[in-house]
T-cell receptor, first 108, second 111 residues
Framework: GIQVEQSPPDLILQEGANSTLRCNFSDSVNNLQWFHQNPWGQLINLFYIPSGTKQNGRLSATTVATERYSLLYISSSQTTDSGVYFC??????????FGQGTELSVKP | EAQVTQNPRYLITVTGKKLTVTCSQNMNHEYMSWYRQDPGLGLRQIYY???????DKGDVPEGYKVSRKEKRNFPLILESPSPNQTSLYFCASSSSLTEQYFGPGTRLTVT
C-alpha cells in the first residue's frame, strides 16, 4: 500500500523560530490535508491542499502533487504550536492515509 | 457552526459491558468514518460509511459495529469491549471524500 513519510519525526524549537515540516508520499494521492493534534488530543484541520500554496496567519503549506510531497511552514513559532502535526491523503478511490506525524515542542 | 460531535468524550468501563460512542455531524456530509489512535500505530480506520445504510470495514473492524440510519449520525458500538480496545477514537466526516473534518475524540479505557 501507499506509504506516507513525515520528517523530521521530532522537532524542538525556541519560541520565535521558523520551521519546515515535510510529507512524502510513495504514490499519487488526492485531497492532501495537514492536521495539528494539540496536547489535549484534538485533531485540528490546518490546510486542505491538494496542490499549490495556501497561507493562514503564521502557517503556510505547499503541495507539489506531481512530485508527491507537501511542506508545512511554521513561522515565528509559539508555545501553543506544540503538538503533533500529521499529513494525510487519499490514494485514488481509497481511504485517508496518515503519516506517523512530526512531534513539535516549542520552548519559551 | 459546522462541526462533528462525539459523546462521551471520556469513558472508563469494564470488560464485556456494551457501550456506544455517538457521532453526529451538521454539514450534510455523505461520508463518515471511525478511527482509533494508538501510540506507535498512528490513526487506523475502523469502519466507514459512504451514505445512509451503506457501511464497510476499514483496517481494524474486529470487535466493533456501526450503523448509519440517518445521514447525520454514525454511532460506534462495542458489544463486548476488551482491554485491547482501550484507545483514542475519532469520528470524521466529509463531502465526497474531499476534506475530512474530525470530532474532538473519545478516550476509552476498558479495564
Amino acid at each position: 500500500g501507499i506509504q506516507v513519510e513525515q520528517s523530521p519525526p521530532d522537532l524542538i524549537l525556541q519560541e520565535g523560530a521558523n520551521s519546515t515540516l515535510r510529507c512524502n508520499f510513495s504514490d499519487s494521492v488526492n485531497n492532501l490535508q495537514w492536521f495539528h493534534q494539540n496536547p489535549w488530543g484534538q485533531l485540528i484541520n490546518l490546510f486542505y491542499i491538494p496542490s499549490g500554496t495556501k497561507q493562514n496567519g503564521r502557517l503556510s503549506a505547499t503541495t507539489v502533487a506531481t512530485e508527491r510531497y507537501s511542506l508545512l511552514y511554521i513561522s515565528s513559532s509559539q508555545t501553543t504550536d506544540s503538538g503533533v502535526y500529521f499529513c494525510a491523503g487519499t490514494p485514488a478511490g481509497g481511504k485517508l492515509i496518515f503519516g506517523q506525524g512530526t512531534e513539535l515542542s516549542v520552548k519559551p | 457552526e459546522a462541526q462533528v460531535t462525539q459523546n462521551p468524550r471520556y469513558l472508563i468501563t469494564v470488560t464485556g459491558k456494551k457501550l456506544t460512542v455517538t457521532c453526529s455531524q451538521n454539514m450534510n456530509h455523505e461520508y463518515m468514518s471511525w478511527y482509533r489512535q494508538d501510540p506507535g500505530l498512528g490513526l487506523r480506520q475502523i469502519y466507514y460509511s459512504m451514505n445512509v445504510e451503506v457501511t464497510d470495514k476499514g483496517d481494524v473492524p474486529e470487535g466493533y459495529k456501526v450503523s448509519r440510519k440517518e445521514k447525520r449520525n454514525f454511532p460506534l458500538i462495542l458489544e463486548s469491549p476488551s482491554p485491547n480496545q482501550t484507545s483514542l477514537y475519532f469520528c470524521a466526516s466529509s463531502s465526497s471524500l474531499t476534506e475530512q473534518y474530525f470530532g474532538p475524540g473519545t478516550r476509552l479505557t476498558v479495564t
